[in-house]
């Protein structure tokens, strides 16, 4: 049997996305344990599965019903570095709502404090897991994705590019051997 290279990537994806589910399931009850004890660890947990409220506001007033574009900076760094972008896409595109995600609680406090002003939605970036990402598209519902750097998960590039929503990655390297 000769399988195309599309239906290869998609089993390969399926099983990659059945496979993380599965070992975030037998995870997911230590590591709630371990949050007890380091309780960093389960910071952002609920939005982190994606499960955010309505979008809403929390500096410029837009609010639900207009076209979002998402960018993500895993931490303080990332979101410095995106601070000048961002604050030109808002003065450039005014209509648009603008949501901001991290993966850290140092990223998130530091996005507060420079663009809670800027931003319409601010928040943590789902888990890498398909039952995450899809919970994230269906109340975010981003027109486009920018992430900074080369903070890339597979499962989140897949489904995103299922969904025909363009990714882009801001500053991001990759040396010819790791290509």
């Not at 589910?21 to 709630?32: E, G, N, R």
């Not at 019903?65 to 000048?84: C, D, P, Q, R, W």
């Amino acid at each position: 049997m000769i399988y195309r290279k599309d239906d290869l990537d998609r089993l390969m994806f399926f099983t990659y996305g059945i496979l993380s589910t599965i070992a975030f399931i037998l995870i997911l009850p230590f590591w709630l344990i371990l949050g007890i004890f380091k309780p960093k660890l389960i910071i952002g947990f609920k939005e982190k599965l994606g499960w955010y409220r309505t979008l809403a506001p929390c500096g410029r007033g837009q609010g639900e019903g207009l076209k979002t574009i998402v960018f993500y900076g895993v931490s303080v760094g990332e979101v410095i570095a995106m601070e000048n972008l961002i604050k030109k896409t808002r003065q450039k595109f005014p209509q648009l709502n603008i949501a901001l995600f991290t993966g850290t609680k140092t990223g998130q406090e530091i996005a507060h404090k420079k663009l809670d002003e800027v931003c319409d939605f601010i928040s943590y970036f789902p888990f890498d897991f398909p039952f995450c990402i899809n919970n994230f598209v269906k109340k975010i519902k981003p027109r486009a994705v920018f992430i900074m750097e080369t903070e890339l998960w597979p499962n989140f590039a897949n489904i995103i590019n299922n969904k025909k929503i363009p990714l882009y990655i801001i500053n991001g390297r990759i040396s010819d051997r790791t290509y």
